[in-house]
Nanobody, 125 residues
Framework: QVQLVESGGGLVQAGDSLRLSCAAS????????MGWFRQAPGKEREFVAV??????????ADFAKGRFTASRDTANAKNTVYLQMNSLKPEDTAVYYC????????????????WGQGTQVTVSS
């Protein structure tokens, strides 16, 4: 069974940066892709970014392009993905989730069977 644990969220000011981490564990953890999603209060969950686990290809939501960078560290079975977020804006305030998928670079949540518990990111103006 796959377990995903996010960390790195917090309260920051507009223009600051944060790096989220997602540590994965499981006896046979070998996804095709790892995705990041977010959900703001009163809003639906939305796609942020996805990275291919083996090849490292990425896709970003329009609002994330140029500000957010997804990366992964698979060395020594570390099994961790990151989301570097720069130039944060108040509208980036949300709970951020990582998820794993057996599909290649999916951008819809229903293609991700495994989810973490989320980490809160709050950006003040």
């Amino acid at each position: 069974q796959v377990q995903l644990v996010e960390s790195g969220g917090g309260l920051v000011q507009a223009g600051d940066s944060l790096r989220l981490s997602c540590a994965a564990s499981g006896r046979t953890f070998s996804p095709a892709s790892m995705g990041w999603f977010r959900q703001a209060p009163g809003k639906e969950r939305e796609f942020v970014a996805v990275i291919g686990w083996s090849g490292g290809g990425t896709i970003y939501a329009d609002f994330a392009k140029g500000r957010f960078t997804a990366s992964r560290d698979t060395a020594n079975a570390k099994n961790t993905v990151y989301l570097q977020m720069n130039s944060l804006k108040p509208e980036d305030t949300a709970v951020y989730y990582c998820a794993s998928s057996p599909y290649a670079l999916p951008v819809v949540g229903r293609l991700y069977p495994n989810w973490g518990q989320g980490t809160q990111v709050t950006v003040s103006s």
